[in-house]
């Protein structure tokens, strides 16, 4: 029966990943892979991640079954956490998923539960494991504009023509911040005119959030999804502890729905719980019971709060000396949407002959679309880097 299976397209961040490791050259830089690294290349457990993983080994008892959503506790405080006071918990429905991937995948199965019609309308460009999973769920995606490619900023204009197409039983999927993969995202004057053109045509909103505290600060990168979760009549956010946590490999995600009117909560928890039963039964739980003792301590919490703030700041930082080596070696600011950008990721806007260029002849590896890791840089490689670009004629 399985021979007639076809082979199915790689994955290109990971081949990405294989090619590096196998890369014998010393000086190799790799921008690949969406993991934080230090400036010693190493992806550290967090302080009151390990602090509350210590204190969780001595006071857990059972590894017994939580509840399908997981523990309601973890909904309740990552749902602050994203949500801060701009909608009251009545209206949220909330269950914990494996990850962010898994998050976005309940949140397709809800979609499609709720209207087999239903059309995605996502950037382009967008994660490209948004595309695969709608693929695979066989729901119909629109791309919308969103990148543009001469100002390497947010083709706003474009963006707002291309989603306005969407109607009611249509979902636009938007970035919560430090969008994957170019970097560029909007403020909040574009958030409030998406927002209103959602209320006009009824399409309902769904925003990925997996960076919260990578781009402006925890709480200004949950401005715009607050905003769309305040304003809209229902909307799914899905949310990653992944990166703001470092938990990558303990799977701690979180789907939420949320509605003006508490009365449909009850339905749409019990469809979230539904649907974990269906695809997984419960969610995995390490990860989500560190993120609930990390946020429900205070003390754990303010040293975790200055963790991801010195991760963000770090990130900055190279930006702003990547950026100002490409204005020294360029002679112009061509460069300089680098340091605008936000989050981990930058769409630098070579060519796939460019990118190739950069990996065979300086050892960097960036994703085939010019996406660049900038934690996966540090002081020395910067201007390495920078040579690169300009010697690739980007
Ligand atoms: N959404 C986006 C846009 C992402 O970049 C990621 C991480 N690569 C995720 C969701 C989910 O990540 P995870 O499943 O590891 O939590």
Known sequence: MFESLTEQPPDKILMLMQAYKEDPREQKIDLGVGVYKDAEGRTPIMRAVKAAEKQLWEVEETKAYTGLAGDPAFGEALSRLVLGDAVPAGHVAAAATPGGTGACRQGFDMIRMANPD???????????????ILKHMGIPVVPYRYFDDETRGVDFDG?????????????????????????????????????????????????????QGFGDGLEADAEGVRLVASSVPECLIAASCSKNFGIYRERTGLLMAVASDPSRQKLHQQTLNYLNRQNFSFPPDHGARLVTMVLNDDALRADWQAEVEAMRTGMLKLREQLAQELRRLSG???FGFIAQHRGMFSRLGATPEQVETMREQHGIYMVGDSRLNIAGLNAKSVPVLAQAIIDAGV
């Open 332 to 334: 112009s600011d061509r």
């Open 159 to 211: 963006m707002m023509v291309d989603i306005g197409r969407a109607g009611a039983g249509d979902v636009v999927l938007l970035h919560g911040c430090c969008h994957n993969p170019t970097g560029a995202n909007l403020n909040l004057t574009q958030w409030q005119a998406v927002v209103d053109l959602l209320l006009k045509t009824g399409a309902v909103p769904m925003i990925d959030i997996a960076y």
């Open 118 to 132: 239903a059309k995605v309308y996502v950037s382009d460009p967008t994660w490209p494991n948004h595309l695969s």
